[in-house]
């Protein structure tokens, strides 16, 4: 079976970090693109970040490019994302995801109804 338990969400002020990990088990980790995607109250799910299989790819939307470093450690079979100068605008819960099938894949994700969803971790980003 499947899982992704992710960490690392909690209250920030604005200008903070926080670095989110996401364990997965069940499936043969390094063989699968990671993502992040995330959804802010009241609001549709918006896609962070993709990182490939091996970790060379790395994908960001605007929203956090610059601010975000998505990474992986395949022996540990832990997915990361750090966020830096967090804003309120990054409130909200935090996904991680496993691509739908081994390999080169999409590079990003929003649909719910693909690939494997992590429970998520909040963040709130507030003074």
């Known amino acids: 079976e499947v899982q992704l338990v992710e960490s690392g969400g909690g209250i920030v002020q604005p200008g903070g970090s926080l670095r989110l990990s996401c364990v997965g088990s069940?499936?043969?980790?390094?063989?699968?693109?990671m993502y992040w995607v995330r959804q802010a109250p009241g609001k549709g799910l918006e896609w962070v970040s993709t990182i490939s299989d091996g970790g060379v790819s790395l994908y960001y939307a605007d929203s956090v490019k610059g601010r975000a470093t998505i990474s992986r450690d395949n022996a540990k079979k832990t997915l990361y994302l750090q966020m830096n100068s967090l804003k309120p605008e990054d409130t909200g819960a935090y996904y991680c995801?496993?691509?739908?099938?081994?390999?080169?894949?999409?590079?990003?994700?929003?649909?719910?109804?693909?690939?494997?969803w992590g429970q998520g971790t909040q963040v709130t980003v507030t003074s």
């Open positions: 995801v496993r691509a739908p099938y081994a390999g080169p894949t999409a590079t990003s994700l929003t649909d719910r109804s693909r690939g494997y």
């Open positions: 069940g499936y043969i980790f390094s063989t699968y693109w």
